[in-house]
């Protein structure tokens, strides 16, 4: 069944809503709909990749640490299935996938149903949904705003030239991904023509609040100078 259209005339609530792709073989998606959202006005959309053994609704948990009022938020399900969690929710995976159909859909059906800037979406990782972000937004370019790699290890080998903004924030305690991986990806992007800049923060290998605050004002400082 065809996920439904969204009537842009109307003035949905804030909160979460629901869908299924049948383009994408029927990957559920959640998207975010801000505090006091208005149809008529074009938001910035983040897409969140959530870490292996994950899925979208461990990525919904941090959009209140990221704003409530500021953007639409797209939640994606990685396209590897990794089994079940003992909480009960789904495993999903990204590791070496490049950006799928079932990411694509979701950005355009995004973009179709909600009142989105397409000259505003912002990819924003966690863990190895980081390399997931970043690889997308080297295949997206110029159609990207910018990415935010939360404690994850970016994409190894040749990076194409790109003109990429990226926000890099890590844990100097990472047990899984050195904190000198992040200054390794830093340095890889910044030769190939991105504007990076590398947060460190006194924590391990989650997605820090104090990261997703920072990635808030580093959004809204590329949101208000565009």
Same mark, same amino acid.
């Given at each position: ?17 629901? #869908? ?16 006091? =959202?208005?149809?008529? =006005? ?10 292996? @053994? ?12 990221l704003s409530r009022r500021n953007y639409i938020v797209l939640c994606l399900r990685g396209p590897i %299935? ?15 996938? %490049?950006?799928?159909? #079932? ?21 924003? @990782? ?5 390399? #997931? ?28 030239? %790109? ?10 305690? %990472? ?25 460190? =923060? ?22 208000? @100078?565009?």
């Amino acid at each position: 069944m065809p996920a439904p259209k969204h009537n842009r005339a109307a003035h949905p609530a804030e909160g979460f809503r629901s #869908a299924l792709l049948p383009a994408a073989g029927n990957r559920p998606v959640r998207v975010y709909l801000p505090v006091d =959202y208005q149809p008529k =006005y074009a938001y910035p959309l983040v897409v969140l990749f959530h870490a292996d @053994g994950e899925c979208e609704e461990h990525s919904a948990r941090l959009v209140p640490l990221l704003s409530r009022r500021n953007y639409i938020v797209l939640c994606l399900r990685g396209p590897i %299935n990794l089994g079940g969690r003992a909480d009960g929710l789904p495993a999903f995976g990204w590791s070496g996938c %490049n950006a799928d159909r #079932a990411t694509k859909a979701a950005l355009a059906h995004t973009k179709a149903h909600y009142s989105v800037n397409a000259e505003r979406v912002f990819l924003l @990782g966690v863990g190895e949904g980081a390399a #997931a972000a970043c690889r997308l937004g080297l295949h997206l370019g110029a159609r990207v705003a910018g990415v935010v790699a939360l404690n994850g290890a970016l994409p190894s080998g040749r990076i194409p030239a %790109n003109n990429l903004r990226v926000l890099i924030g890590h844990g100097a305690a %990472n047990p899984v991904v050195p904190v000198s991986e992040a200054r390794r990806a830093a340095a890889a992007l910044t030769r190939a023509g991105a504007t990076v800049r590398v947060n460190r =923060y006194p924590t391990t290998h989650g997605a820090h609040p104090d990261m997703l605050a920072d990635a808030n004002r580093w959004i809204m400082e590329h949101v208000s @100078g565009a």
